[in-house]
């Protein structure tokens, strides 16, 4: 009952709470990115969603223009592109607050594995064997909560199979709480890159505990 009503419920509420509760923060941040550089205010992308039916994410742009529109951030030199708001902006994930809007369309979840790119084919294939691809990608996620950018992609989508075997009340209220923490703290933000080994052994070593 959870999984199939409840959740939708809850995102339908928090989200439209949020787009009340945010809209003048959105509104500030929204003419800064206009002052800070050149180019729209908004970024739209074809992302992979619930049974690998493709949308259009809507986020605050965060890098130039000139940067590749569909291109994974660790396949380029992103921090050198980007302005000081930039980097403020996505180490504090506010490029992502204007997805409110896709989760109270129904597209999104407020909980689940983030979309893929919908040229990301290795991700979205290493989620179908954990059944990730049928059910809504989220704002934020157990994966979030544990390496984010630093994750490779075999363990990223062995996380979001956990998520998919454990969704619950209680576990969606530890990822949530889990990504405030990790916002505040910046973890797992690697721009231009997908950390180091170290880092993603050592998330991954949580996992087995």
Known sequence: MYRHFIKRLLDLVLSILGIIVLAIPMLIIAIIIKIDSPGPVFFKQRRIGIHKKEFMIIKFRSMPVNVPHDTPTHQFKAEDMLTKWQRLERRASLDELPQLFNIAAGQMSVIGPRPALWNQYDLVAERDKYGANDIKPGL??????????????????????????????????????????????????????????????????????
Request: proline share 1%; with cysteine; hydrophobic share 30%.
């Open 140 to 209: 934020t996620g157990w994966a979030q909560i544990n390496g984010r950018d630093e994750l490779e992609i075999p363990i990223k989508a062995k996380l979001d199979g956990e998520y998919v075997e454990k969704q619950s009340f209680l576990f969606d209220c530890k990822c949530f709480f889990g990504t405030i923490k990790s916002v505040l703290k910046h973890d797992g933000v690697v721009e231009g890159g997908t950390g180091n080994k170290e880092q993603i052994a050592s998330s991954h070593n949580y996992q087995q505990k």
